[in-house]
Structure formats: structure tokens, C-alpha cells
């Protein structure tokens, strides 16, 4: 459930007692909820002691250029289509910023 608004694109989120992940996300992050219940996820990631999430990209197959608003322009973000470690099932797009940033031993 959402508690609160986060600035223009984040949202904090009621988390069950015990959760090791941040409870602030971005809305990329979020889907609608479909449903009277709640249907837990049985692929979640594993979790190192300190809540973090315990994956790693391991290659990029593809990329991409997305448009996104800033301000009253729109500007191209470049995007990768990860493998993941954890997930190789799974492969997500995710801007390539962002995994700059949350990894950064990894050299694409």
C-alpha cells in the first residue's frame, strides 16, 4: 500500500515487518495492483545482510534511446536490456545511468 508521495515520481510503500528493502520507490518501479488480494512474487531476489539486493548485470544484449520529459522538452535516455546474474530468465530494460550508478564495477 502507498503511504506517501515522494516527490513528483517516488512513492513510499507499507512494507510487511521484517522487509530488508528500502520502502521509498520510483514509480518505474510500481505496477497497478489488479485484485482483492495480494499475490506474493515467488521469484523475489535474494538479499545480502544489509537489505540489499544480492544481483549483478552480467551482460548487456541490447539498447535502446527512450524519449522522457524534462521540463518542456523531451531528451533520448539511453537504455540497456540487462542479463542478470540472479535472473536469467528475466532480462529488464533499465537506464543506463542507473546501472552506472548502482553498479559501478560494471563495464559494459
Known amino acids: 500500500m502507498i503511504t506517501r508521495t ?4 517516488a512513492y513510499k510503500l507499507q512494507l510487511p515487518p521484517g522487509t530488508l528493502l528500502h520502502d521509498v520507490f520510483h514509480v518505474n518501479q510500481l505496477k497497478k495492483h489488479l485484485g482483492p488480494e ?8 535474494l538479499l ?3 537489505g540489499k539486493l544480492k544481483t ?3 551482460s548487456i544484449l541490447q539498447w535502446r534511446q527512450v524519449p522522457r520529459s524534462a521540463g518542456d522538452n ?4 539511453p537504455q540497456w536490456l540487462i542479463y ?10 533499465e537506464d543506463a545511468a542507473f546501472i552506472q550508478a548502482t553498479f559501478p564495477s560494471f563495464k559494459p
Open 6 to 9: 515522494v516527490g513528483k515520481h
Open 48 to 50: 545480502i545482510p544489509e
Open 38 to 45: 495480494a499475490v506474493p512474487n515467488p521469484n523475489l531476489p
Open 84 to 93: 542478470w546474474e540472479l535472473s536469467p530468465d528475466e532480462e529488464t530494460w
Open 56 to 58: 549483478y548485470p552480467l
Open 74 to 77: 523531451d531528451v533520448a535516455v
